[in-house]
Each structure stands twice: as structure tokens, then as C-alpha cells.
């Protein structure tokens, strides 16, 4: 098979191209902005990982070494995203009467549990912007002198001394800068901190010692820091949600150039995920909705099901959350386990070893298929199809079958070649009813409906349905209930 070139769009050129490495000999190299840790992961939040996962498993089927890092931000991110409010992780310890480094500890522990039960590789470095002060101070005092200036709230980067400041967001004046926060003291709107002083009176959990008062670093110091440290300026690929390309990732852009003195952005490719939108409330905390993967995972749903509903729309293209499309997706992913055990009954252990790309293979021509869809831009939308139809020869030789499976989930991740029915039995946290009490009150029902007791028949699956279990009479797939969502 021969192997298509990979083709990105860069959100800097806001073009695709054709991706090559910068340099071969060290491999590609991916930066991707991760969680600032004072809560639980919002489902929004994990689309972007998700998206950044697969980028990592194309990269790597492709042949490709790999060295990932994704950032911890416990400290300097603002509640506003900007520069005025609290420190997030200081806000949540006041909140929670907990110290700051609890609360970081934590929530990077849930963090992390989110991304194993979404089968999310674990990157090469997941380093925290705690651990890298020392660095971040390197830093600031080299561009200080000729980019930054100090007034009584911190020192601030003047976005006017770098070469065209805002280009990856588009922004070319201040009105497109509504987003940011006056400051007193700022020259242009657009200037934003490197170190905010703590202020006089106060005490925060977490600050430290620098030539410009004790406080501690602007939350887009870090990235720029950690890149370098772990990467090297420039690095291949930087990832980031949509959200980030406006503010964050320019504020970044203009840190590298500033400490390279150079033009350079710092990265090849900047590559960014649509949001992940909601317009029926179904994920509002206050309304009780599923904000969060253990919310998901405590109404009874699968966490796989959510990266295949991730994986069904294209990372740059919104991707609307609704009760009717998580459920689809959990249908889809329940066809998918149902069509692979019908031909593979156990479980199977197996890798890509590209035996299925060999011309001549009888699934060669899927692989193909999904080769030519993740090198369109990562088009996963076009490469489930391909699977779908994989999973329909009814002919293919299990040897043949397995080889090709391990090639799609190298790609998608959606771990078929292990998923059983019963891994899809996620009991609700609600639930009354165990999954095995569940199929003892459907056989009885079944019993009821052959002695034509309708009326025990219609109790039984009203209890159930008080249980949080929905019961689905005459699916096709003979899947005979799922939790309500």
C-alpha cells in the first residue's frame, strides 16, 4: 500500500500543507496546551485531548517518532484568561479550604483517570508549571531588558516590540481584542503579564522570589518555557482548543520571538480543535447535566463513546452535545463491539505490524481507505465508514480481520479487538440494580410476555425504568436495555 502524505491545516498560515518533519533525524516534535488543574475536566475540554491523541497515533502509525509534551498548569492562569482576576488554582483553594497544592494534586490525578478511560496514550512529558520557575525566571530576564517594562501590578510584555503581533488570530488593531482585561498601567491593550506581583498585604500559596517582586509567572510564560526546555524552538506541532488561538497561543508566539529575536512563531504548525457546543443545557452543572467524563460515566455511559462521538465529527468543526447524539454514539460503538465479537468472539491481543497494508492483503483495500482519510487533515469522519464496511465482509479470514482491526485502532483507539458486550455495562451511579439483576428482571419480563401477563410485564419495566434502565424492546442488535441518559 502506498502510503499517503500527510496533510494539515495550519491555523498560522490558516492554509493546509503538506507535513514534513523539520528536522528527521529527531523525530516530530508536539506541544500541546494542557489542563489548568483546580477542577474536574469538562467534556469540552477532554474534545481537545482527544483530538491531540489521534494527531499523536496518526504521526506514530505513520511511521513517525514521537516526542509529546502536554503541560499541567497549577499556577498563573487567571479566572478572566487575561490579566485581571484571581489565580485559578489560588481562587479554588480559598473556595475549597484546601491548599493550592492539594487541589493541583487532585485534579491532576482526575485528569489523568480521564485520559486512560478514554484510551489517550500517555504523552512522552507531562511536565507542571510549578516545576519549571526557575526556567520561566531565565526567561523573563532575557527579554525583559527589550521587550518588557514593570509597573506596580508586574512586568508586562510590550506586543508592539515583536513583528506582527496577532497574526495567527487575525487580529491586526484593538478592536479585536475584546476579550482582554484593562490593567492600570498597561501601554497597549494588548500587553500582557510575564510576572504578576503578588499584592502588597497579601499572601498567596503559591509565589516565589524574582528581580520583580515576589509573586509568580503570567499563565502564557509557561508554554513558551516548557516548549524550549522539552522541545527546542522551533518544534513541529503546537496544539491547542480554538479558544487559545486568540489570546494565549499569539502571547505565546510573541515570547518566542522575543527570545529568539526572530520572526520564528516557535512552532511549524499550529493546530486548533472547534468547541464542543451545547444548546439543549445538557451539560450545565447547575441544571444537573453531564459537564464532566465521571458525570458520563456515572449515568451509565462508556467513556469510549464519547471519543466516538468525537472521533464522528471533524476536530475543526463544532461538534454539538445532546443527550440524542451521545446515545447514537453509544449505539454506534455497541454495532462496532457486536460486528467484531461476531467473527472474533474473545478478546484479542494484537499491534499494527503493517501487515495489513501489504498489497495483496484481503483487508488492504480498508486500510487504504483509512489512510487516505487521516491524511486528509485527520478526516476521522471518513475513516469510521471505512471501518464500518471492514467489519461487513462476512468472508474474511479471522487472521485477516485481526491484522486489520490493530491497524484502526493504532488510529482511532476505540480498543474493538478487546471491548466486549459487558465492558459497554456501565452501571449508573442511580441505579438501583446491578447488571446481572438487570438481565434476571429482563428474563423474567421476557417470561411475563410469553405467558402474555402484559400487566407484570408493563411493572417490570417500569421498575427498571425508576432504576434509570431503558429498556428496548425489539432493537435490532438484540441489545435489550442501555441506561437512560
Known amino acids: 500500500m502506498q502510503q499517503h502524505p500527510l496533510r494539515l491545516y495550519n491555523s498560522f498560515s490558516r492554509s493546509f500543507e503538506r507535513f514534513e518533519p523539520l528536522d528527521p533525524a529527531a523525530g516530530v516534535r508536539v506541544y500541546s496546551c494542557g489542563p489548568t488543574v483546580y477542577s474536574d475536566p469538562h467534556l469540552g475540554n477532554l474534545r481537545a485531548y482527544v483530538f491531540t491523541d489521534t494527531l499523536s497515533r496518526v504521526l506514530r502509525w505513520k511511521g513517525y517518532a514521537l516526542t509529546h509534551v502536554l ?51 500517555p504523552p512522552t512529558y507531562m511536565p507542571t508549571a510549578t516545576s519549571c520557575i526557575d526556567e520561566m525566571l531565565d526567561f523573563a530576564k532575557k527579554i525583559a531588558p527589550d521587550h518588557c517594562y514593570e509597573i506596580a501590578s508586574g512586568l508586562y510584555f510590550d506586543s508592539t516590540t515583536v513583528p506582527d503581533y496577532g497574526r495567527l488570530a487575525g487580529v491586526r488593531d484593538d478592536a479585536g481584542e475584546g476579550r482582554i482585561d484593562p490593567v492600570e498601567g498597561k501601554r497597549h491593550p494588548q500587553d500582557f503579564a510575564i510576572w504578576r506581583k503578588t499584592p502588597p498585604g497579601e499572601t498567596r500559596q503559591m509565589e516565589w522570589d524574582s528581580p520583580w517582586g515576589k509573586g509568580a509567572p503570567g499563565w502564557h510564560l509557561e508554554c513558551s518555557v516548557m516548549g524550549r526546555m522539552y522541545l527546542g524552538l522551533p518544534f513541529d ?41 451545547d444548546r439543549s443545557g445538557k451539560m450545565s452543572k447547575s441544571k444537573g447535566g453531564i459537564a464532566t467524563l465521571d458525570g458520563l460515566i456515572a449515568r451509565g455511559v462508556h467513556p469510549l463513546a464519547y471519543r466516538l462521538m468525537c472521533l464522528s465529527a471533524h476536530y475543526r468543526s463544532e461538534l454539538e452535545f445532546s443527550t440524542d447524539n451521545l446515545a447514537a454514539a453509544l449505539t454506534r460503538l455497541q454495532r462496532l463491539v457486536i460486528a467484531v465479537r461476531k467473527h472474533l468472539p474473545d478478546p484479542v491481543e494484537a499491534v499494527a505490524d503493517g501487515a495489513a497494508r501489504a498489497e495483496g492483503h484481503p483487508a488492504a483495500r480498508f486500510v487504504a481507505a483509512l489512510d487516505e482519510a487521516v491524511s486528509d487533515d485527520l478526516n476521522t469522519p471518513r475513516a469510521l465508514p471505512a471501518l464500518e464496511e471492514l467489519l461487513a465482509q462476512k468472508r474474511m479470514p479471522a487472521e485477516a480481520r485481526i491484522e486489520a482491526l490493530a ?79
Open 71 to 121: 503541560n499541567i498548569t497549577d499556577v498563573g492562569h487567571l479566572t478572566s484568561d487575561a490579566d485581571a482576576g484571581d489565580d485559578k488554582m489560588e481562587a479554588a483553594a480559598k473556595a475549597r479550604a484546601m491548599s493550592a497544592w492539594d487541589i493541583a494534586e487532585h485534579y491532576t490525578g482526575v485528569f489523568k483517570r480521564n485520559l486512560a478511560d478514554l484510551n489517550i496514550a
Open 407 to 485: 491497524e484502526f485502532d493504532a488510529v482511532l483507539g476505540l480498543k474493538l479487538l478487546s471491548l466486549t458486550r459487558s465492558d459497554l455495562r456501565v452501571r449508573p451511579e442511580s441505579a438501583g440494580l446491578t447488571a446481572d439483576e438487570v438481565e434476571a428482571r429482563l428474563a423474567e419480563r421476557r417470561e411475563a410476555r410469553a405467558a402474555k401477563d402484559f400487566a407484570r410485564s408493563d411493572a417490570i419495566r417500569d421498575d427498571l425504568t425508576a432504576a434509570g434502565i431503558e429498556v428496548m424492546d425489539g432493537d435490532p442488535m438484540g441489545w435489550d436495555w442501555r441506561p437512560e441518559l
Open 237 to 277: 506541532i503546537h496544539t491547542g482548543g480554538i479558544d487559545h488561538r486568540e489570546i494565549h497561543h499569539v502571547n505565546e508566539i510573541a515570547q518566542n520571538q522575543a527570545f529568539c529575536d526572530c520572526a520564528d512563531s516557535g512552532a511549524r504548525f499550529w493546530m486548533h480543535n472547534n468547541f464542543l457546543v
